[in-house]
C-alpha cells in the first residue's frame, strides 16, 4: 500500500511539476486584434483596443487566459461587440470584434442618441449623420429615450419599434436604406408610431405594443405588394381587430381612420 501511495504521490509531483513549467512557458506574448470596421473612427478605436489588451493580458498564461478580460476592455468601447475569443498556442491570443453600424439618431432637446440596429445607446451626441457614410441616419422624433452610451435604449415606444424593425430588416434587407424617419405620437397612451418610407407612403401603427410581430409582418408583407404609384403616397394602416386576436392591415389613400 506504501508503494502505491508513493507512486501515486510521484505521479501527482510529476505532473504538477509539468503543468507550472508549461504555465509559465505558455506566457501571452501577442494579442492580435481582427476588427470589421465601418468607419475611419472605428479603425482608429481598434488600434488602441489592441493596445489595451496587450496591456491587459501582458503575462497572462495562455492556459488560463479568459475572454471575460477582453470583454472589459471592449465596454471602454460601445461600437463595438467581440465576435471571437481564441487561444492560439503558445503564446498569442486573437480577438475578432465587430462594429455596431449605426441606424437609428432618436432626437431629444439636447441632441440625439445614436442607436445600432438592436437599440444598443453607440453615442450621443449633436448630429444625426451616420460615423461611417455622412448620410442621415433614420431620425426618431416624438420618443424620449433613456439610458447610458453602451445600454439597451428604453423608453415608451423603443422597444416595440426595434421588434418592428427586426421583421422589416430581415424581408427588405436593412431599415435604414427603406425608413426615411420615425414620429412617435403619443406611445405612452397607446398612440401610433408613423413609419415614414423614402418612396413617401407613411406605415401607421396604432397600439403598437399590441400584436407587435404580427403587425410588422403584415404591414411589410402590404408595402411590398404596393405597386409604383401607390409607394410615391398614401398610407398603410396597422392596427387590431375589436377583441384584440388578430392584426388588420390597410392601405389608404388618405389618412382617415
Keep these: 500500500m506504501k508503494k502505491i501511495i508513493t507512486i501515486v504521490l510521484t505521479v501527482l509531483v510529476f505532473l504538477s511539476a509539468v503543468f507550472i513549467g508549461v504555465s509559465n512557458v505558455y506566457r501571452v506574448d501577442g494579442v492580435t486584434v481582427v476588427a470589421k470596421t465601418y468607419s475611419d473612427e472605428a479603425k482608429t478605436e481598434a488600434t488602441q483596443m489592441q493596445k489595451e489588451l496587450q496591456e491587459a493580458y ?3 498564461s495562455v492556459l488560463f487566459a479568459k475572454e471575460d478580460l477582453a ?3 471592449l465596454e471602454k468601447y460601445p461600437y463595438f461587440r467581440l465576435t471571437k475569443f481564441e ?3 503558445p503564446d498569442v491570443l486573437c480577438v475578432e470584434a465587430t462594429e455596431d453600424a449605426e441606424v437609428f439618431a432618436a432626437q431629444t432637446e439636447d441632441g440625439y442618441y445614436i442607436l445600432a440596429q438592436d437599440g444598443t445607446i453607440l453615442d450621443i451626441r449633436d448630429d444625426s449623420n451616420n460615423r461611417a457614410d455622412g448620410e442621415e ?3 426618431i422624433t416624438g420618443g424620449n429615450p433613456v439610458g447610458e452610451i453602451g445600454d439597451k435604449v428604453s423608453g415608451a415606444g423603443f422597444n416595440e419599434l426595434l421588434k418592428m424593425c427586426v421583421i422589416m430588416s430581415e424581408k427588405l434587407n436593412g431599415v435604414r ?3 426615411a424617419n420615425i414620429v412617435f405620437d403619443n406611445v405612452e397612451e397607446g398612440g401610433r408610431i408613423f413609419l415614414c418610407m423614402r418612396e413617401g407612403v407613411r406605415i401607421n401603427v396604432v397600439h403598437a405594443h399590441l400584436l407587435t410581430e404580427e403587425k410588422a409582418r403584415l404591414f411589410t408583407e402590404k408595402y411590398l405588394a404596393l405597386n409604383d404609384e401607390e ?3 398614401g398610407f398603410i394602416h396597422a392596427t387590431e381587430s375589436m377583441d384584440g386576436t388578430s392584426a388588420l392591415i390597410t392601405y ?6
Design 231 to 233: 409607394r410615391l403616397t
Design 177 to 179: 436604406s427603406n425608413i
Design 137 to 139: 441616419n433614420v431620425v
Design 87 to 89: 487561444k492560439r498556442y
Design 252 to 257: 389608404r389613400a388618405n389618412d382617415l381612420i
Design 58 to 60: 501582458k503575462g497572462e
Design 71 to 73: 470583454l472589459t476592455v
